[in-house]
């Protein structure tokens, strides 16, 4: 009988896991050069918006949870525009932008404002905190000749935050850089 039980349940098990909606989706790139999870579902975008250096058209994905915001996208830019200049001061530059201007210090707080790496390439973490605990999360790096760039919205609540989180941090890339 228990036997039986045991093979009933591993023949229900893939309807049953089938049923139930995915909340997240795994994005690869088409080059395989990185994958993220976002919430389903995920919109695919392609911009032709050109800035100095680029050398493709910027391509994005965008999903909601719960109204708050999980963007991430990517450009390449022309073969030695990085290489050129200081990755870390460029991956400064490109994380913070204008936020100073968005977000003045007198209504929101920096809760992290600093240079980080992702499995040895540069970036830039900038997280703004206004002042009901709402947070936005942004994330910059520099690989090669190509820029990532993340960006969440969390509101105050510890789930909202957690989604936000694993948003950022599930991002892996197919290229290690040894230092």
């Given at each position: 009988?228990?036997?039986r039980l045991v093979i009933f349940a591993a ?169």
């Open positions: 009988m228990n036997r023949l229900l098990l893939p309807a049953v896991a089938h049923a139930q909606p995915a909340e997240w989706q795994t994005v690869v790139g088409r080059d395989l050069r990185f994958r993220i999870e976002m919430p389903t579902p995920v919109t695919e975008t392609k911009a032709q918006e050109k800035e100095k250096g680029h050398a493709s058209e910027r391509i994005a994905w965008a999903s909601k949870r719960d109204g708050e915001m999980f963007d991430f996208d990517y450009v390449d830019y022309q073969p030695g525009w990085f290489s050129s200049h200081d990755s870390k001061e460029m991956a400064r530059e490109l994380g913070r932008g204008e936020a100073e201007k968005a977000f003045p210090r007198a209504k929101f707080k920096y809760v992290r404002d600093e240079p980080v790496t992702l499995q040895g390439w540069d970036g830039y973490a900038l997280d703004i905190e206004d002042q009901q605990g709402s947070v936005v999360m942004m994330r910059t790096y520099i690989v090669k000749d190509r820029l990532y760039r993340l960006l969440v919205t969390a509101n105050y609540s510890e789930p909202s935050k957690a989604a936000a989180q694993r948003f950022i941090d599930s991002l892996r890339l197919a290229e290690t850089r040894q230092s």
